[in-house]
């Protein structure tokens, strides 16, 4: 599924004074985007530039859009030397890439640099177009979402649970590998940064392929683990569940309702029997219109014999409850509490969480 994916560089704010002369910057903004580099201008002398760029178009495969990230950079300008780094921005564009998802991203983004921390912000607007292709040897899982949480979000409904997927990528650790430079702090942190970002990607495009392989749309309780100290290199795991799920109109409508009793409602213990001496005024209510509620708030102790038939649980009223209800509740005490404590919510099973 080919598309295009457009960057606008809009503002920044808050930078660092880069001209120790000046106490200002001259700040200017490189778009990366796999092989392809775009440049804004220089904003000359300010803290708080105002770049308002021209859209910057990359045209990409789909599985492109999920491994890599754009990478923004913004570098002081230097006349006489090289440029210096302020600091970096990774956006992930698979959030983007949904049938029912946003298509565009826009806002203030923290500028990250490696050594220094935060060093101001940027803001930046992103769009991505996606075109139909119908090709089934392709890579990508567009379309498959993925849910860091282990229950089905409110506004979805489950239809199939499939099961457990997982995958595993590993890669060397760019940390030590031979290069012909002087290897300074920032540049091996941020090849461990951008490694990190894409094994990232990689590892989410290739779980969302074995969910289409099950013909699910979703993977709930999805995790990531990373080993950076390991021998085998940089290793990320993934494991989640893969799902169908099932998107609700009307998601108030599907919730479970919990009514509680009328204030006006007498509760009538179940062990108490109707006193003959009491009348009422009106008609008398059939059985199987009275309401009848149970409290388990109400303490019972269990009275403790040498007789079988001695056998009870006894309120503190002193009055005794039937026989057959002890001795059911005496031999299956786990199958009455269970029925008193179910979740008045629907449970959904989450496999490897």
């Known amino acids: 599924m080919p598309g295009k994916l457009k960057v606008k560089i809009v503002a920044g ?3 660092p004074v880069m001209d120790r002369a000046s106490d200002l910057t001259d700040a200017f903004v490189e778009v990366k985007f796999g092989n392809t580099t775009f440049k804004t201008d220089v904003c000359l002398k300010s803290l708080n530039p105002q770049w308002n760029s021209e859209w910057f178009k990359f045209e990409v495969d789909d599985e492109d859009l999920q491994d890599e990230p754009l990478q923004i950079t913004v570098l ?7 440029n210096d780094a302020i600091g970096k921005v990774y956006i992930d564009i698979d959030p983007l890439l949904y049938s029912e998802a946003a298509t565009v991203i826009s806002g203030w983004f923290p500028i990250y640099d490696t050594i220094h921390g935060i060093r101001g912000e940027i803001n930046v607007v992103v769009k991505v177009d996606l075109f139909n292709d119908l090709n089934r040897f392709r890579q990508s899982s567009c379309g498959v979402k993925f849910f860091c949480t282990t229950s089905i979000p409110k506004c979805y409904r489950a239809v199939i649970i499939h099961g457990f997927v997982e995958e595993l990528v590993v890669n060397e650790d760019p940390e030590y590998q031979w290069i012909d430079r002087i290897r300074t702090p920032r540049a091996s942190n941020e090849a461990r940064q951008r490694l990190i970002s894409l094994m990232s990607g990689e590892l989410q495009r290739k779980i969302g392929l074995k969910v289409l392989e099950m013909r699910g749309n979703a993977v709930v309780g999805y995790l990531q ?7 085998s290199g940089l290793v990320v795991r993934a494991i989640g569940t893969a799902c169908t799920l099932d998107k609700l109109s009307s998601p108030a409508a ?13 509760e009538i213990p179940f062990n108490e029997e109707p006193n003959p001496n009491t009348h009422s005024s009106g008609p008398s209510t059939p059985l199987k219109n009275q309401t009848y509620s149970f409290s388990p708030s109400k303490s019972y102790s269990r009275q403790s014999s040498s007789s079988d038939t001695d056998l009870s649980l006894t309120p503190k009223t002193g009055k005794a409850l039937p026989l057959t209800f002890s001795l059911f509740f005496f031999f299956f005490p786990n199958l009455f509490l269970f029925h008193i404590s179910f979740p008045s919510k629907p449970f959904f099973p989450v496999f490897g969480i």
């Open 225 to 231: 683990c990373f080993d950076l100290e390991g021998e």
């Open 254 to 266: 599907f919730l479970p309702t919990c009514n509680s009793p009328s204030k006006e409602m007498k």
């Open 13 to 15: 704010r808050h930078l």
């Open 76 to 82: 002081d300008h230097d006349t006489y030397s090289a």
